[in-house]
């Protein structure tokens, strides 16, 4: 089963363009733990700052479009794994390991397979 592994963090702290040790230790420990997740790992990546996404609504028919994810928080989503694993268990156990996991959250949901 597949499961997206969705990276939450303090865009502040390790956002796009945001350089210093903390950032660069993060960044090789990421590409540390994609070698080693081999196969698991469907795909993944990281993205860029809030302050270049735009949000579109469809209500009523009506498109609107808005700078910026619509969400004000704390934390945004950083970037994502998609990986294989055989059960929600491994799944938690791979996201543990996320290296975001000690700065921030990891949202673990399953992929749905549309047939």
Known sequence: MQYALLIYENESIFGPGKAGPKLQHVVGRHIEFTKELGAKRVGGAGLKATSSATTVRTTKGKQTIHDGPFAETREQLGG??????????????????????????IEVRPIWVYN
Not at 90 to 103: C, F, K, S, T
């Open 80 to 105: 994502y794994y998609l990986v294989e694993a055989k059960d929600l268990d491994a799944a938690l156990a791979i996201a543990a390991r996320i290296p975001g996991a000690r700065y921030g959250s």
